[in-house]
């Protein structure tokens, strides 16, 4: 059985991973968004603890989340249909079009990853439905044709979609010459032949100069270049996808700046919580390290959420960052929990299921008198109201499991839809909450970082995003033959595939 889908679509590439698709698909999102077309993104398959909650609750990957904002649209699951969500080394949650599916082990999920593709193509026909264009991002790189069998994510969805690629390489990681030819080289002949192009991103310097090799790179593949894109520095003011995206501020701490410290957790999860607090000029965001400290002049640690809220708890412990944080609190700084971390600020961890690994409790830092029982049931959901602390509005998301009561619980820290969160010690300096994306709210921000010490400041957050955005496209516009685009995804309309 085949069904016809004409919508016009273009598959974004890379030679590996952090070469820039998400950013690129979320600039021509907006590009093609300003051209007055109806544009959706979606990617097969992604891997990220950042996770986004769509308008009926279920996750979604964060840059896919910011690609639908860019093209001025909702959030929908169908937009991610598979989110990887790593929980060790070795093994992840797999959620598919919005929902817990099961854990897995990269092994297994190897051999089990094409039974997918229905859902996959499932969404795809649905976002594809209400579209003019889709634009496709992939995941990872095709060149790693160890998992060519199965695939769901790069040739494999391009193959099962008969949708043409780009390919995008980072010049600024060096050797993209090779990345590009080298891929040409690996790739089966049908896989090569559905690259329609290539891309140089994050180029600095004198594109002129970079002509020969553009040249070699389509002398040996056949390949046509259509463009060059210099480096966007603005691109630091959008959310960052994954972890690779912390880093330092850097410059100097001024005495009258707010440092926040926030410990590098092996399972960091949802941590656009800092985002805005970056763009804050009064506010230097120091990331700790494994090895490292906590800074002794820090204003507060804040301990971001978790995907494995045990097992980085025992990992403060081992770098020695739980006594940096009751020495922090004993000078009167201030903590802050969020979600995991709020959790891991209690008295216990009860894990009786053994959700997180073997059942039984674990102490936690007793910062907060609270306790936190680990359930099976997962909230996702959208929030809205006000914060009791400084009665400023609020808006933000929750993806979580467990549930937290205790004293504390009775000095709550927001009322969102119409009920309470959070909690907070009874001299003020230690609070906890499952709100993430708080922050977003200039209002919230502002009051918070004012208690802290803080100079007023006029960022308004969500408005530099869409400004980035719009900067975005029309730098994309610029150096990219966005027109030539146009042309190859219409060429793939009125393909067939597997319904």
């Not at 840059?63 to 699951?77: D, F, I, K, Y």
Request: aromatic share 6%.
């Amino acid at each position: 059985m085949t069904s016809a889908l004409h919508t016009p679509t273009l598959m974004i590439q890379g030679t590996g991973s952090h070469v820039g698709k998400s950013v690129i698909v979320a600039g021509l999102c907006r590009a093609l968004s300003h051209r007055g077309l109806r544009v959706a993104p979606f990617k097969p398959q992604n891997m990220s603890n950042n996770a986004a909650v769509a308008a009926d609750g279920g996750e979604i990957g964060r840059a896919q989340a910011l690609q639908a904002r860019a093209a001025g649209l909702t959030p929908s699951v169908h937009m991610n249909p598979v989110l990887l969500k790593p929980e060790t080394d070795r093994g992840a949650q797999v959620i598919v079009q919005g929902r817990p599916w099961g854990r897995l082990r990269a092994a297994d999920y190897g051999e089990r990853k094409q039974a997918l593709m229905p859902a996959v193509l499932d969404s795809f026909g649905r976002i594809a439905a209400d579209a003019d264009i889709v634009l496709v991002e992939g995941a990872g790189s095709p060149a790693e044709i160890n998992l060519r069998v199965g695939d769901i994510a790069n040739m494999g969805f391009a193959a099962a979609t008969r949708i043409p690629v780009i390919l995008l390489g980072d010049i600024d990681r060096g050797g993209v010459i090779a990345s590009l030819v080298g891929t040409h080289a690996v790739l089966a002949s049908a896989d090569r032949g559905r690259i329609k192009g290539f891309l140089i991103n994050k180029f600095r310097g004198d594109a002129s100069l970079f002509r020969d090799g553009l040249k070699a790179v389509t002398d040996v593949t056949g390949w046509p270049s259509f463009g060059v894109i210099p480096w966007f520095s603005a691109a630091r003011h959008l959310p960052a996808e994954d972890v690779l995206g912390l880093v330092n501020d850097s410059g100097p701490v001024g005495n009258d700046q707010v440092t926040i410290a926030v410990p590098a957790l092996p399972r960091i999860a949802n941590f656009d919580d800092l985002d805005p607090l970056r763009l804050e000029p009064g506010v230097s965001i120091v990331i700790v390290q494994p090895g490292e400290p906590i800074p002794s002049n820090a204003t507060v640690v804040m301990i971001p959420g978790s995907k494995a809220t045990i097992a980085d708890l025992t990992f403060i412990r081992e770098q020695g960052w739980d006594i940096d944080i009751h020495a922090h609190y004993r000078r009167g700084g201030h903590v802050l929990g969020l979600c995991g971390g709020y959790q891991m600020l209690g008295r216990t961890i009860r894990d009786p299921q053994g959700i997180e690994g073997a059942a039984g409790d674990v102490e936690g830092l007793g910062l907060l008198d609270v306790d936190t029982v680990l359930t099976a049931d997962k909230s996702t959901v959208a929030v809205r109201g006000r914060s009791l602390r400084n009665s400023t509005s609020v808006a933000g998301y929750e993806i979580h499991i467990g549930r937290t009561t205790g004293p504390d619980c009775d000095r709550p820290v927001f009322e969102l839809n119409g009920r309470v969160d959070g909690a907070c010690s009874a001299d003020g300096l230690v609070v906890g909450s499952y709100v993430h994306g708080m922050f977003g709210a200039d209002g919230f921000r502002r009051a918070y970082l004012a208690d802290l010490g803080a100079s007023p400041s006029e960022v308004r957050y969500e408005h530099i995003v869409d400004k980035t955005l719009d900067q975005l496209a029309d730098h994309l516009e610029k150096h990219v033959d966005v027109d030539e685009f146009l042309k190859i995804a219409a060429e793939s309309g009125g393909r067939t595939r597997p319904g």
